[in-house]
């Protein structure tokens, strides 16, 4: 181990980012391939593949290979990890069996979860492997104290999940997560633009209007310009749609991030609720990054909300760092080929 530098995965269901123990983030990028079915190869991962969703010929599929926030197909994330690894190990000059490996996962993982994981990166010849709780690993990353005997409260709000839990002592006291999250959004964004303007548009348009919600958007007379196709003429139109239409999306949003939220509160011990009335819940995740979240949740649960500085990285910036503190987290393991 010793010797060996370290870099933190945080395998998500949009992006998967990558740190290294010294703090820098040696990789960012959305959780896609573009894949050549006829010629059963890999064209583009990442950035360059998101771009060509929904622009392709037939037999290139843009793959998402992550859904709430697991795997759902086992062989694209293995042809997306090794090509990751290559943009590493370009970047590093070191491969991953070269390194040791901290890999966070959802609270609650599965064995099925945790065993797919193993064998791609130990297939990819990695002899030093740890996963760690993402919220945990968020803890760290947003740098509460969380090896102290007290309430460390993150809300990570992704594309595929969300998850809260209590750090405290190095371990997760309790955690509640809900499997439908920004991506969940977008689709109900694109079905309403659907079912009431008759005008289709893909989810990365859907995902763009997202970013301009808020999430009281009662009062608004704001307008949002949708580029899509006319179901009745077949022709690109251009709409402009009120921000408010969208707020019985965002409302939806939202009650699930508070479903997730009070469970977590419900179950921590009461020792800790005063101290979580003090220092309140810190939000990591993209969906953190929807205006007025803030505000909106301190308005419900009445405790301080923060939001981590750098929030999409949080999880992997505290799982590189996770090696550190090794001796006083509760929530890493060692893994070992099967
Ligand atoms: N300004 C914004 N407003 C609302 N949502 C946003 C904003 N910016 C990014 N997002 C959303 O954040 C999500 C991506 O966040 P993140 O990278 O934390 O997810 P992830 O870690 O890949 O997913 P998960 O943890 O659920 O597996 C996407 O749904 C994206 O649309
Ligand atoms: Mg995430």
């Not at 990442?46 to 622009?55: I, T, V, Y």
């Not at 409302?251 to 309140?280: C, K, M, Y």
């Not at 992997?316 to 080929?337: F, Y």
């Amino acid at each position: 181990m010793m010797g060996k530098p370290t870099i933190g995965i945080d395998i998500g269901t949009a992006n998967i980012s990558i740190y290294s123990d010294t703090e820098q983030m040696i990789f960012h990028e959305p959780t896609v391939l573009a894949y050549d079915t006829k010629k059963n190869k890999v064209l583009e991962i990442g950035h360059e593949a998101k771009d060509l969703a929904e622009k392709t010929p037939g037999s290139i599929a843009v793959i998402s290979p992550l859904q709430g926030g697991i795997i759902v197909d086992f062989d694209m994330t293995l042809r997306l990890i090794k090509k990751v690894e290559s943009r590493v190990s370009a970047t590093t000059g070191k491969r991953f069996k070269q390194m040791n490996l901290v890999v966070s996962l959802l609270p609650g993982a599965t064995n099925i979860e945790r065993q797919a994981i193993g064998d791609i990166l130990f297939s990819l010849g990695v002899r030093s492997l740890y996963f760690i709780e993402g919220s945990l690993a968020a803890t760290i990353g947003a740098g509460l104290p969380f090896e102290k005997p007290m309430a460390n409260v993150v809300v990570d709000i992704g594309a595929g999940k969300i998850t809260t839990s209590l750090v405290s002592y190095g371990g997760i006291v309790t955690s509640a997560t809900v499997r439908k999250a920004g991506n969940e959004l977008d689709r109900e964004i694109a079905q309403l633009v659907r079912n009431k303007y008759n005008v289709l548009i893909g989810l990365e348009s859907a995902e763009k209007v997202k970013w301009q919600l808020r999430c009281d958007m009662h009062n608004d007379s704001e307008m949002i310009e949708i580029e899509g196709r006319d179901l009745v003429t077949g022709f690109p139109i251009t709409i402009e749609v009120a921000s408010s239409e969208f707020q019985a999306g965002v409302d939806e949003f939202l009650n699930r991030v508070l479903s997730v939220v009070q469970t977590t509160l419900e179950n921590s011990p009461p020792e800790l609720s005063g101290n979580i009335r003090a220092s309140g819940l810190t939000l990591t995740g993209g969906g953190a990054l929807l205006t007025g979240l803030s505000e909106w949740l301190n308005s419900k649960v009445s405790v301080p909300i923060h939001v981590s500085k750098a929030p999409f990285e949080a999880v992997a910036l505290g799982t590189s760092m996770a090696m550190q503190h090794i001796d006083r987290l509760i929530n890493i393991e060692k893994v070992t080929p099967r």
